[in-house]
């Protein structure tokens, strides 16, 4: 008893530590990778399209190798990959992988992410359905699908570890060595896994066909084709919602940093409660409330109600878990044999590829805006009729839900296309233009929004449109800056263009050098707003990422330089740091500011900004502007400059105030930032 004590042992902690690292290394190299594209939160979206696809590779694998291969085979064979896959340590982005900005991204990010950690993510994702099916095969290896709810129960603890316990304390460098030495430990066990399960079968003549032989015998029927689609379908739809929910509260919603941690942990938590015991899914409490929160989140699309903060948050992750426990337990109960086992965690894994694909490669191609989510909760209703096909009444519900939920869609879709002027969607996000009419008819504007964060608008009436807006007006800190910058031919530098606001602050022999990451944010600017057209100055664009496209060019010379990137979750965090100051140093005149928009409804950013600044024996000053103009909006910017005096000029010294202070802040550098740390 002790042996097979210390034999579960094993077997429990190959699959824990798997599973661990399999979800830490995903918030890991994502934030390796973010800054090179603009921060923007499609990366992440792109980085679950491919943990998910390199995942149903690994239970492809593990379902082939089962199934193909004796006993010995399978051992050799992975311990051969085992070893390969310790090449690619330590897991560090390579500075090849860099975009020079005219690459498609979600390719790029792709094949980025399989150079750096393709080979081990791929061993770590085999490991939860074949070592499970080596243990169904072992004497002792009874209720195997414990095994997926701790594998499970692995992955959330890991996310949930990463930006409370790991981020905070330790520089990317370190964490990515320190993965590095906990996937080395993961090969070092799961080598002794395979070792033990090859001798496990060779010294008994039950399990010498490991393909064929299993230790509960079969019952009733094989699977069928009816049992296989709705192994695929049931978790594709939680896929798809996970990644439609995510998109809708972090796009449309708020633009909270972490929010998405919250859509991930309950879709998890589904997973880890259906799989451990039959008795945490009831029908008869769960399709009832699933029934009323896909409603209400249908209802959501288009009301208030699912675009509030305090309303949203709750309807939408507490809608995804209740939805995700019916899809999850559905698949639970459908749950085969051992025989089957490996080609059961196929079909899951196929069916989470293909809802990740549809939200994360396809969507963003072929909708204008974030539409997925009522597809995806139309679609669940659906299968609630497939799901309940032996009663009448649930078939009947589940369809006037599904007509419900596609008519709250139409209405979404009506909304938006009779409000918004402009309506598109590329790998950065959805814009909108549309025009807002005020009390007052000169005070009307036309605004541009990215997702929910406003990035400028502009006064529609003919003698004003030249005026600075929203939070550009003069008595910001940009518009002192500017005013205090010595006369004559300025060379101003602005990264992240929105509406393009800024230049109306252009005067004859200026030159303005505008850098943006998306190129369509560059035909917006020009065909729906006027201040780049109208500017007084010679206007120049720079496409890709602004630190990437300064770190290749010349010195610019710029007597200001405006870093306007920041917004939400969306925060470039590579844009805020010591070597990122540097590269902005080397562009500046001397006299030069450097000024950083740091207005953030979550984040504290001003005493970032102060300490990088700090770092570097620089001056720093807070301007806050209340914006009280009906086409001004209350503001928060720092100016950065080499000499004290430079910011002690008429119209910066008296809008001055003093900077927050949040204890214990280091200066962020390339390798530490921590956005957990300066929640507001």
Sequence with gaps: MKGAGRQKLLFAGTIFSSAF??????????????????????????CMVFFQVVLLGGYGYADWVTRRLSPRGQSRLHLLLLAASLAFLPIVAGTQWKPAGDEDPTLWILGLLLATIGLPYFLLSTTGPLVQSWLARAPWGSQVYRYFSLSNGASLASLLAYPVLIEPHSTL???????????????????GTTLYAA??????????????QAVEPEVGPPPGLADHLLWLALPALGS??????????????????????????????SFVLTFESDRWYRRRLVLPLAGALLLGCAVGLQSHLGSRLQTALPLYVGGLFVLCLFLHGEMARRRPGPRHLTRFYLMLSLGGALGGIAVGLVAPQVLPAYYELGIGLVLTAAAGAWVLRGRRWGVAL?????????????????DDLRDARHLSRNFYGTLITADVQRDDARDN????????????????????????????????????????????????????????????????????????????????AAREFSFVGDSRARIENVLGDARLALERE??????????????????????????????????????????????????????????V???????????????????????????????????????????????????????WTDDFNNLFGVLK
């Design 21 to 46: 690292l399999l979800f830490l290394v995903q918030p890991l190299i994502a934030k390796q990778i973010l800054p090179w594209f603009g921060g923007s939160a499609a990366v992440w979206s792109i």
């Design 173 to 191: 460098l370190q964490q990515a060595w320190g993965w590095s030495i906990g996937y080395a430990v993961f090969a070092v066990l799961c080598a």
């Design 199 to 212: 001798r496990l079968a060779a010294s008994s003549p039950a399990l010498a066909d490991a393909a064929a």
């Design 240 to 269: 798809w919602l996970l990644l439609a929910v995510t998109n809708h509260i972090t796009q449309n919603v708020a633009a909270i940093p972490f929010l998405w941690v919250l859509p991930l942990s309950v879709y998890l938590l």
């Design 398 to 414: 589940s369809l006037l839900l599904a007509l419900a939920c596609a008519g709250f869609l139409a209405l979404q879709v009506q």
């Design 445 to 524: 504007v036309r605004v541009m929004f990215h997702g929910s964060v406003k990035h400028g608008e502009q006064l529609l009436a003919a003698d004003r449109r030249r005026e600075p807006t929203a939070y550009y007006g003069e008595t910001s800190g940009i518009g002192r800056a500017l005013a205090a910058a010595p006369d004559g031919p300025r060379r101003i530098g602005v990264i992240g263009l929105g509406t393009g606001t800024l230049a109306a602050y252009g005067r004859a022999g200026d030159v303005i050098r505008l850098y943006e990451i998306n190129p369509e944010v560059f035909d917006l």
């Design 554 to 611: 010349a010195p610019q010379r710029f007597d200001v330089l405006a870093i306007d990137a920041f917004s939400g979750d969306s925060v470039p965090v590579h844009l805020i740091t010591v070597q990122a100051m540097d590269v902005y140093l080397r562009h500046l005149k001397p006299g030069g500011v450097i000024a950083f928009h740091v207005t953030n409804r979550f984040l504290a950013l001003p005493p970032v900004v102060q300490q």
């Design 613 to 667: 600044a700090q770092a570097r024996g620089l001056h720093a000053v807070l301007v806050h502007d209340e914006g009280e103009r009906a086409h001004l909006r209350a503001t928060d910017w720092v100016l950065v400059a080499r000499e004290a005096a430079t910011l002690d000029r008429p119209g910066i010294r008296e809008a001055s105030v003093p900077f927050p202070a949040i204890p214990g802040l280091r200066p």
